[in-house]
């Protein structure tokens, strides 16, 4: 990973310069997105305003919450923007280019895309994350260090889950419904209140629809460290990190290029 | 050694088949029914350091799958390749550094960039050294003549300048060994002619080898010493591109033009006539079967020649007439 | 063949009607297009069902402890069930329509909205009829789905005038909203991008519709301020009907949804004729 950061910077950088092409459709998407998810919020402060509480978490929480999520989501779809279309690319054959350059597929081909409006998702989740902490009055440097780390693992957890339902298109062919719904489900459980939910749904969290490694177990990592959440965090990156990287390459060999597709037709 | 060599090599893709409408959806959900398909049926070839290669066969032959799995793309489904000591699909990123390919249907400058920014993005990518880059790229857009192209966003290049501009980005890490696959593809004929020239051009000045698909025979004519002949996913013939011509010109195409009235019942044994006219006459004939010399005093005899055109079929006429022997051979 | 007799015999008899039943049957024939259209991919239409799946499960939890905690019965009048009930219809309503405003924005920007002007419809009409057709059936695949799940988490369902009424508030609740659609689409001709609009509006309607939370359960003033606005006739209206139907409320409902449209489709309606003035004099 270190050995591929000045390249990883350089697409990074390019992208950037594509995007700047049409800056102000980044702009308005950038602040168009903020402003979706600040509607959004309004919900939660409506809710609370009512019912204060559901079973222990009130809206403080949720300002955490929304800040660990929004800048991981907004972080990890921004510099791998193609996390987000990786079925397309896998069943239209464009994995022919990253394939053909040495450096690794996966890493090259995530990173080749910037998606405009998560950068407004990033921002939206620092101002949701400095409106927790200015608001919880306990803000220091530790917890900034404890942000920061939560969102790199709502990031590695999300483009993990991301890349590993996209590979499935290598076995079972593109499915946009599959596909769109996964994602759906990611991120709306993750946006709510994993108290809600017993036994079971907790542990389908954990494993089947990772949520609570991208919400609410980070965000409780946040407001107070704990040593065991650190060693769920770190531990929870690290296998479906691999996961991800193992499902890939293995799909990987049934690749099948964009020739089939012309032959078929 | 030679720089690419090729035993037994098979890929065979499986496509679900699904039947239409809502039944077809439907069953192919419970019991998918799959279809085999043999892009590659154990071709071997090699090909040496420095080689102009020319791989040539019509669309869905295999040729794009080859050279897929020669840069690593795809995994064969059975049999060996090596590309400079390497196995493709085990060590690609190794093999990455050493070898150039530009796919002729799939551009890989960025679209909205111009191909400077695409070029420096490549010199991240190959770990070239920043000066080592300035001074490649000078030489290379000297050499394919694209020096006022580079600062352009490339959506906004014509097709024959874009692909001068790929096939350069291609080069900027000094491959060995350089794969195009369809890279005239879509172009007029000047632009095609300028890309020949500058491939060649590299190939003399850096000795770089080149393994070219094409559908145009005319690229490989231009190009290349040596032809292989895909069809099916079988290579059919392999040769230098000379002896190709010579043992396939035995059909000779004559124009023949008169400074006296013709009878016109004008024939000849064993030449077919194509046209007669009252001073001259097109016609064809199979050398092996009818002697050239014994025609062309035929020809004298019948009258005071004005002039006398004898042509060579082209390459493409050469290709289809092997394509219809080998599916007359598989019947 | 009854339908191409009865055309012709118009025809005969008068050109203005025989241009309305024409034209009436242009739309029809898009709209039944688009129907066999998505009939043709189940299992895209089963996926697009499924998230309502979603959605009910994350909102029965949330509900259930939210009332649990409160210890009423019932919260400014709606139990828990009729809270599923409503959300389930809300949900419904919101999943089924169609992202008109996306079609339309692409079709501004790479100019084929010119081409389209030209044909002997209306450009409008067209979308609308077309979006329906897969609405219709979305729709039903979301309310059988969604209210098998209600039934089992949260018990029965309204009885058969909720179903009704409901049905009625719906289609104009998709008209309303393809107002929206319509005016977000053609903002196209002006700004470069329509995405902020889009997830903005959706907001809306998400907050001030009430697709998350009935807006009964707001405080009182921003009560007043969702019933002023359109966003809760597309929503709320409907879904409200659905679990306490009366003709009064009937009334209430289409009344709002009555006045909205008559904004709207005029706003529409204007900025349809201007962009087509505009696209007639700069060639698109």
């Not at chain 1, 978490?57 to 972080?75: C, E, I, K, P, Q």
């Not at chain 3, 104009?172 to 196209?188: E, H, P, V, Y």
């Amino acid at each position: 990973m270190i050995r591929h950061l000045p390249f990883l910077l350089a697409l990074w950088k390019a992208n950037l310069i594509s995007a700047m092409e049409y800056r102000v459709s980044f702009l308005t998407q950038m602040v168009g997105m903020m402003l979706n998810n600040a509607f959004y919020f309004v919900f939660w402060i409506i809710f609370f305003d009512r019912f204060e509480q559901v079973q222990g978490w009130n809206l403080l929480d949720m300002f955490f919450l929304f800040g660990v999520v929004a800048t991981g989501f907004g972080a990890g779809t921004y510099l791998f923007g193609n996390a987000l279309r990786l079925s397309s690319l896998i069943a239209e054959g464009q994995l022919d280019y990253y394939l053909s350059l040495p450096r690794p597929v996966l890493l090259h081909a995530l990173a080749s895309r910037s998606n405009a409006s998560s950068a407004g998702d990033f921002t939206y989740g620092l101002l949701s994350f400095a409106a927790a902490a200015v608001y919880s009055d306990s803000f220091s440097g530790l917890m900034l260090l404890r942000f920061l780390l939560a969102s790199l693992a709502a990031v590695a957890v999300l483009i993990s889950f991301l890349v590993l339902v996209q590979s499935l298109t290598f076995w079972i062919g593109n499915a946009p419904m599959l596909t769109q719904n996964a994602f759906n489900a990611i991120i709306t459980f993750s946006l709510y209140p994993i108290t809600l939910f017993d036994g079971t749904a907790k542990l389908l969290l954990f494993t089947l629809v990772p949520a609570a490694f991208i919400g609410a177990l980070p965000a409780e990592f946040v407001r107070q460290f704990d040593l065991g959440q650190l060693a769920q965090i770190c531990g929870g990156s690290a296998i479906f990190l691999s996961l991800a990287v193992f499902v890939f390459h293995r799909g990987l060999r049934r690749y099948e290029s964009g020739n089939a597709i012309q032959v078929r037709t | 050694m030679p720089a690419v060599s090729v035993r037994n090599l098979r890929k065979t893709f499986q496509t679900k088949r699904k039947a239409a409408g809502l039944r077809g959806a439907l069953a192919a959900l419970f019991r998918p029914a799959f279809q085999t398909l043999d892009a590659v049926r154990g071709i071997s070839f090699d090909m040496e350091e420095g080689e102009l290669l020319g791989f040539i066969g019509p669309n869905g032959a295999g040729k794009s799958t080859t050279i897929k799995i020669l840069t690593g793309i795809l995994h064969p489904t059975s049999g060996e390749a090596s590309v400079l000591g390497r196995v493709p699909w085990r060590q690609r990123q190794e093999l990455a550094f050493q070898i150039g390919s530009v796919f002729g249907q799939r551009p890989q400058l960025w679209y909205h960039l111009p191909a400077i920014d695409t070029f420096y993005l490549f010199g991240k990518i190959y770990e070239l050294d920043e000066a080592d880059l300035r001074r490649r790229i000078a030489l290379l857009a000297e050499a394919f003549e694209i020096e006022q192209l580079l600062e352009t966003p490339v959506r906004k290049l014509s097709l024959g300048q874009r692909m001068r501009c790929e096939v350069a980005a291609s080069l900027l890490h000094k491959p060995r060994i350089l794969l195009l696959d369809e890279p005239s593809i879509g172009l007029d004929v000047v632009a095609k002619q300028r890309l020949r020239a500058t491939i060649q051009r590299m190939n003399e000045i850096e000795g770089v080898g080149v393994l070219l698909t094409s559908h145009d025979a005319g690229d490989i004519e231009a190009l290349c010493k040596r032809v292989i002949i895909i069809n099916d996913g079988e290579i059919v013939y392999r040769d230098k591109v000379s002896t190709l011509r010579r043992r396939y010109l035995t059909v000779k195409h004559v124009d023949v033009r008169y400074n006296e009235q013709l009878s016109p019942d004008f024939s000849l044994p064993g030449v077919e006539m194509l046209k007669v006219g009252r001073f001259g006459a097109k016609m064809r004939f199979d050398a092996r079967v009818t002697p050239v010399e014994p025609v062309i005093g035929a020809l004298a005899a019948a009258g005071g020649l004005a002039d006398v055109t004898v042509s060579e079929p082209t390459l493409e006429e050469v290709i289809g007439a092997i394509y219809a022997r080998a599916e007359a051979e598989n019947e | 063949m009854s339908s191409r007799a009865a055309r012709t015999r118009s025809a005969a008899t008068g050109w203005r009607r025989a241009s309305i039943k024409a034209s009436a049957g242009k739309y029809w024939a898009v709209f039944r297009t688009q129907l066999v259209n998505s009939l043709a991919y189940p299992m895209d239409l089963l996926g697009r069902s499924l998230l309502i799946v979603l959605f009910m499960w994350i909102f029965m939890n949330l509900w259930r402890v939210t009332y649990g905690s409160t210890g009423a019965r019932s919260i400014a009048g709606l139990t828990l069930a009729d809270t599923m009930w409503y959300l389930m219809m809300a949900e419904a309503v919101m999943l089924s329509k169609r992202e008109l405003s996306d079609t339309i924005t692409e079709q501004v920007k790479d100019g084929s909205v010119a081409y389209l002007l030209n044909k002997p419809f209306n450009f409008i009409l067209y979308h609308f009829a077309a979006g329906l057709g897969d609405t219709i059936l979305a729709f039903a695949g979301n309310l059988a789905i969604g209210s098998a799940v209600v039934w089992l988490m949260a018990g029965p369902p309204p009885g058969l005038a909720g179903w009704l009424l409901a049905a009625v508030a719906v289609v104009f609740a998709w008209l309303l909203d393809f107002c929206f659609s319509a005016l977000i689409g053609l903002s196209a001709f002006v700004v470069e991008e329509t995405n902020a609009f889009r997830w903005i509006y959706q907001k809306l309607l998400l907050v001030l519709g009430g697709l998350l939370i009935p807006l009964d359960f707001f405080p009182a003033w921003l009560q007043t301020v969702a019933f002023n606005l359109p966003f809760a006739w597309i929503i709320y209206g409907p879904a409200r009907l659905f679990v306490d139907p009366s003709l009064t409320r009937l009334g209430a409902v289409l009344t709002q949804q009555a006045i909205w449209l008559a904004v709207f489709g005029c706003a529409v309606w204007l900025i349809y004729r201007w962009a087509v003035a505009r696209l007639a004099v700069n060639g698109g």
